[in-house]
């Protein structure tokens, strides 16, 4: 299964289907989506990730 970029998937509702899964990918984030402003812990869950 290909892993899907946090952005997109919450464009899909996926934070609110999935609150518990949508925490475990802001834990600890390092990382800070550039275009859409998501902020996840992996720099490749991000289209245009960006160090913070
Ligand atoms: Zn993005």
Redesign the pocket.
Known sequence: MPAKKL?SLVKNGFHKEDTKAYKEFLRDAKYM?K??G?AAAKAKC???SSKI
């Open positions: 952005c989506c275009k859409c998501r991000l289209c245009k």
